[in-house]
């Protein structure tokens, strides 16, 4: 057990735990079943309360001011420039992660036309990625992901057939993973095919330093309450260029840049007071809320030694960001078990990413290369509960179900089977 006087060494149910007999096993999860326990979600949001938001609603009644870059937007952004060590002008705000990806794809690389309709999305993404660019006239183009970095590789895609066709590329920061942004800003230079970054659960990694933004190359993210920074919906757009960051705030906004005149593709996807409010008291929160998810993340860390499981298997932040907990099983059968067995025990987990793009209906046709990885990550990436709220016993009981899980699978390879010789021949 990890020594952490923050983690309380409460693992009763790992103790619940022993060299049972196989059989007793496959029914040891349903002492892990809700009795009067609460269903543990794979992730339960907690944003500002009531008392945290409503100095800023007041904000709000004073000015009378709701949408259109509102006096509230105004400070979120220039909040977060602070934090992200970013000039004036840097940061637009969304009224969703999704629009900051529209807005940032207009802006850089404008709508689809007929000798480019591609926008290349890793295959291995949440649907958002590739939802955004079909907003912006693009076929989403899937290509499989680097088992490193569980997203696009460059070097891959400077040589790939169709880059002619290629109108933007969106790289992922998978589970808000940090990726080189000056690598890609540099395929961008030598290849001429524009990249946006799809950075929706990388503010620890940006406001942290792991990802540093690029001038050339935007980033989007989102604020979504399954988010590690949440006000419900929203997003912004990184971009430490401020009249390239103005063409992507016009982009939110039917296109208006100081007139009412409509001047470029866009939509309507600004950020209301109201969300930029809870964002504010989000803000005001963050260090806390940060270290509860580093809390939770020591529990876990901490219940896997306790039942004996490979700490290789279990990624927690800094490795991913700090909302997720990833359990890396070595398959597919394997993950799909556990999930069934999680249920049982009244444990919900998830696969965040789905199993592909790939195998979304809207995207059944798209065109693609080979995912090989795409197709070994998704169905060996199985989300654990998670929440700045959870408790160590909680966590405890997770792992429980996870350590009894492998015991019964251990078990079952065990059982030999008879040699075909020995048995008899039916009549």
Known sequence: ?????????????????????????????????????????????????????????????????????????????????????????????????????????????????????????????????????????????LADVCEESWTLDPDRLADHPLLERFGVVIPVSAYGRAIDVARWAQFQRDTGVKVVIDAAAAIEAVADGAMTCDARVPLALSFHATKAFGCGEGGCVLWPDPALAAKASQATNFGFMGSRNSQSASLNGKMSEYHAAVALAELDG??????????????????????GLPAEDLLTTPHVASNYVIHRCTDAATAEAL???????????????????????????????????????????????????????????????????????AAVEDVPFPDCASVPATA
């Open 1 to 141: 057990m990890v020594d952490d006087p923050d983690v309380p060494g409460d693992f009763g149910p790992l103790r619940m735990i022993d060299a049972a007999a196989p059989d007793a096993l496959s029914h040891r999860l349903t002492a892990f079943a809700p009795k009067g326990r609460r269903r543990l979600l794979a992730y339960e949001p907690r944003l500002p309360t009531t008392d945290a938001v409503a100095p800023y609603l007041r904000q709000i009644d004073q000015a009378r001011m709701y949408s259109n870059q509102g006096p509230l937007v105004r400070s979120l952004q220039t909040r977060l420039q602070s934090s992200f060590g970013l000039v004036d002008g840097s940061v637009v705000t969304a009224s969703s992660g999704t629009a900051a990806l529209v807005a940032a794809i207009m802006a850089h690389a404008g709508t689809a036309t007929a000798e480019r309709p591609y926008a290349v999305c890793p295959a291995y993404t949440f649907v958002a990625t590739a939802a955004g660019a079909s907003q912006c006239g693009y076929q989403p183009y």
């Open 286 to 307: 963050w260090s806390a809320k940060r270290a509860d998810f580093g809390r939770a993340a020591r529990a876990y860390q901490a219940a896997f030694a306790q039942a």
């Open 339 to 409: 999930q069934s067995a999680t249920d049982l025990a009244g444990v919900e987990t998830r696969f965040w990413y789905g199993r592909g793009l790939h195998l979304h209906d809207h995207l059944a046709d798209a065109p693609r290369d080979a995912l090989p990885v795409t197709e070994s990550l998704s169905g060996s990436l199985l989300g654990l509960p998670m929440g700045s709220g959870l408790a160590s016993a909680e966590i405890a009981r997770v792992v429980a179900v996870i350590k009894t899980e492998r015991l019964r699978t």
